[in-house]
């Protein structure tokens, strides 16, 4: 992958991840919390998967994501563990939202993982930035 291709790819791994987080806020506005959270570790996902192509990485799974990111980001101390942790419980949660038949959000909740998706993205987006990545 050339650099271009790899700058332009990280702009469409932040344009999904902003599109899924008004998707997710938009959800909190209409009271679909399970929706809310869903879309909020989209945003969480595609904005990790912004970070591991600053490496050149690309995962092959959603686990494959997180185990990516642990091991290149968390593990070396340039992440905070907290980001691994956080990536994991909305991915567990966005399961349990899609597929769990009597599984439902509540209104707290569904408020709560959607600031741990946007501390995600804000996290990356200074990463990216210190990085040279992002220019706006």
Same mark, same amino acid.
């Given at each position: 992958m050339?650099?271009?291709?790899?700058? +332009?790819?990280?702009?469409?791994? #932040?344009e999904?991840?902003? *599109?899924? $987080?008004?998707?997710? %806020? @938009?959800?909190l506005?209409?009271?679909?919390?399970?929706?809310?959270?869903s +879309?909020?570790?989209?945003?969480a #996902?595609?904005?990790?998967? *912004?970070? $591991?192509?600053?490496? %050149? @990485?690309?995962a092959?799974?959603?686990h494959g994501v997180?185990?990516?990111?642990?091991?290149?980001?968390?593990?070396?101390g340039?992440?905070? *563990?907290? $980001?691994?942790?956080?990536?994991a419980?909305l991915?567990?949660?966005?399961?349990?939202?899609?597929y769990?038949r009597?599984?439902?959000f509540?209104e707290?909740?569904a408020r709560?993982?959607?600031?741990?998706?946007?501390?995600?993205?804000?996290?990356?987006?200074v990463?990216?930035?210190?990085q040279?990545?992002?220019?706006?």
């Open positions: 050339t650099q271009e291709n790899r700058r +332009r790819n990280i702009e469409l791994e #932040l999904k991840g902003e *599109a899924s $987080l008004k998707a997710a %806020g @938009l959800c506005q209409a009271a679909l919390w399970d929706d809310a959270v +879309r909020a570790y989209y945003c #996902l595609h904005y990790a998967q *912004a970070l $591991l192509l600053t490496l %050149g @990485l690309e092959r799974s959603h997180h185990d990516l990111l642990y091991l290149h980001f968390v593990r070396p340039q992440a905070p *563990a907290r $980001l691994s942790k956080l990536l419980g991915q567990k949660y966005r399961e349990e939202a899609d769990a009597a599984f439902r509540s707290q909740g709560e993982e959607v600031a741990n998706a946007t501390e995600i993205r804000d996290f990356v987006r990463a990216l930035a210190e040279g990545w992002l220019t706006s």
